[in-house]
DNA sequence: TCAAGTTATGAATTTTAATTCAATTTGTCA
DNA sequence: TGACAAATTGAATTAAAATTCATAACTTGA
């Protein structure tokens, strides 16, 4: 009978989409979307070529549900510190560590987020840029208003939360990508994100440049 | 006579060379690598696509080139920045102004510098990211030892000056992405820069979170 | 066990764009 | 001016990869 079957179906197949979404997410990030044929995906996926396709309308699509499921996780992660505990240091510090560990736990989404997010990609056309920059837009907006609301408080100072955010945000990307690169050398962890940021790297008081 | 004539054909022939790379790079730059087409460079510099090639082997050179020849000028900028003045507050200003000014004068080439500098890009095989990235690390050492000194001498306080490099540059960086694609939003300037990485964020003495 | 319906397969087709090269044009010099 | 060399042209070729689809292999329910 149709109906207690279904789910075990379902799951199959959800099974085997995400298993060719997961190889495709580490060729992507191996050998960027250009460098990476569908014939590859099918090989290492263990499908044939034409399979793919009952999963996935074109190679685009692909990638593009990659993009778009991850990133709705990540950007979830990081909202969710944001407003998880009070006062605003302490959502500064869940932010850095939702980000370390997102991060890490994500390193080849990570490069693809890279590359989509900054400088020219390819898949300009798709408006898949767009949507993840809506995104990361939004993420920073809420991290400026928490900047704001710090501001407003006097516990931090600045004319402009939104290029403090910004300066968050670019710190714990640095030192996250140091570490994705080079994971041996300078470790870092949210403390020194949070130092350098809070008091800055000045030894003098009020120094004036 | 072949001899008075010959720098006239080789100014020429470097005024056309250039001409193509110009091109070149506003179509990478707008479209990518693989999103742009030869026929495209061709029709945009007026030339014939065969012609192209009598002044490049194939596509990837005119990339590379582009690439190598632009990296260049750019990472002396910098370095000179980082010699030029002394002390270590001048030589850091010195950076940010020259890394402004160097962003804002070559657009369309730091859009493809972003490109092939972070995230999965496709130039992996050619070694081209390799080249770029030892630049930049180049870059990031000198501005370490400029931070090391300043710690020596009491002017900057911190543990690690390569992960303060990193901060300061990825801040620049930051602002000036945020410039680009927003140009009269959260405008900037080298000393808010220097304000922020100096003095910190923090309204109070010795926050240590 | 079998027929109808599903899903997987991969060789064949199509698409797209890089690259080549014979023909043509342009430039040089006696 | 004309013959030779050098440079340009773009239609034809080649290469690489995405996509299709007829065929085969499974699944299900009677």
Redesign the interface.
Request: no cysteine; proline share 0%; glycine share 8%.
């Given at each position: 009978m149709g109906n207690t079957r279904r789910p075990r179906k379902e799951r199959e197949y959800q099974q085997r989409r995400s298993d060719i979404l997961r190889t495709a997410l580490t060729l992507?990030?191996?050998?960027?979307?250009?460098?990476t044929s569908m014939q590859e995906i099918a090989e290492k996926s263990e499908f044939a070529v034409g399979t793919l396709y009952n999963f996935f309308a074109n190679k685009d699509e692909i990638y593009q549900t990659l993009i778009t499921e991850t990133a709705g996780r990540f950007h979830s992660s990081l909202m969710k510190a944001l407003q998880a505990r009070t006062g605003e240091?302490n959502r500064?510090?869940a932010c850095v560590e939702a980000k370390i560990r997102v991060f890490l736990e994500n390193l080849d989404y990570?490069?693809?987020?890279?590359?989509?997010?900054?400088?020219?990609?390819?898949h300009?056309?798709t408006g898949l840029d767009t949507e993840i920059r809506t995104r990361y837009e939004d993420y920073l907006q809420k991290l400026a208003g928490v900047?704001q609301s710090g501001?407003r408080r006097?516990?931090?100072?600045?004319q402009?939360p939104?290029?403090?955010a910004?300066?968050?945000?670019?710190?714990s990307?640095?030192?996250l990508?140091?570490h994705m690169e080079n994971p041996d050398?300078?470790p870092?962890d949210a403390?020194?994100v949070?130092?350098?940021?809070?008091?800055?790297?000045?030894?003098?008081k009020?120094?004036k440049?």
């Open positions: 992507f990030s191996e050998k960027g979307f250009h460098g240091l500064l510090k990570v490069r693809i987020y890279f590359a989509e997010t900054q400088g020219a990609t390819f300009i056309k900047l501001i006097k516990i931090f100072r600045g402009n939104y290029l403090l910004l300066a968050f945000d670019s710190i990307t640095a030192f990508v140091e050398r300078h870092f403390y020194t949070m130092d350098i940021f809070l008091n800055g790297v000045s030894a003098v009020g120094n440049t």
